[in-house]
Antibody, heavy 122, light 111 residues
């Protein structure tokens, strides 16, 4: 059971990136898969999550309207489309799987990827 | 609320016990037992230590334990070991957006 992130890189302010989180050993749509980010030297921050098999998506206020989460069943992956990027979006982006599948609550995240770094700079 | 409040640093000698606090509000820590704790070695991904306030995943030593009183959750590390030196983050489900609120993080130093 693991997740592997990809798609990070250096992008100019106002630019776009698409992050991917490829799951193995489980079906990503069965879990409320979540993106968490960590700016350099800072703490962890919730970014986005999907609920109920992708029926609903939620975003932190800081990224709402700019980021879009989607599910790709064919690749057993989730994707985070990031538009209108800002300097404050510079961070390591982690994909995380909750402890329980399709749980109403949020028990915690037991599977994390190694992260993919996003740097927004001119 | 943007982040749960954790002390910036905590230190202890090998074999001692240390307790890390995580303070929120009635809409997150105080309102639910959906509190989790993570250990992060610099440059590495977070590792789950505690979920559902008190539960340990398989492979996590029983030296790590979780509890809560009111709006404050706590992680106790008993019998502190050198390899416990790391950053520790709490996380709580929030009844309001966003879904998950993380703590500010505590750096544990083993003297």
């Amino acid at each position: 059971v693991q997740v592997v992130e990809s798609g990070g890189g250096l992008v100019k302010p106002g630019g776009s990136l698409r992050l991917s989180c490829s799951a193995s050993g489980f079906t990503s749509r069965d879990y409320h898969m979540t993106w968490v980010r960590q700016a350099p030297g800072q703490g962890l921050e919730f970014v986005s999550t999907m609920i109920n098999g992708g029926a609903s998506f939620y975003y932190a206020a800081s990224v709402g309207g700019r980021f879009t989460l989607s599910v790709d069943d064919a690749e057993n992956s989730i994707h985070l489309q990031m538009n209108s990027l800002r300097g404050e979006d510079t961070a390591m982006y982690y994909c995380a799987r909750p402890v329980f599948s399709n749980q109403a609550g949020r028990s915690g995240f037991d599977v994390w990827g190694q992260g993919t770094m996003v740097t927004v700079s001119s | 609320q943007s982040a749960l409040t954790q002390p910036r640093s905590v230190s202890g000698s090998p074999g001692q016990s240390v307790t890390l606090s995580c303070t929120g509000t009635s809409t997150d820590v105080g309102g639910y037992d959906y509190v989790s704790w993570y250990q992060q070695i610099p440059g590495k991904a977070p590792r789950l230590l505690i979920f559902d306030l008190t539960q340990r995943p398989s492979g996590v030593p029983d030296r790590f334990s979780g509890s809560k009183s009111g709006d404050t959750a706590s992680l106790t590390i008993s019998g502190l070991q050198v390899e416990d030196e790391a950053d520790y983050y709490c996380c709580s489900y929030s009844g309001i957006r966003p879904f998950d609120i993380f703590g500010t993080g505590t750096k544990v130093t083993v003297l």
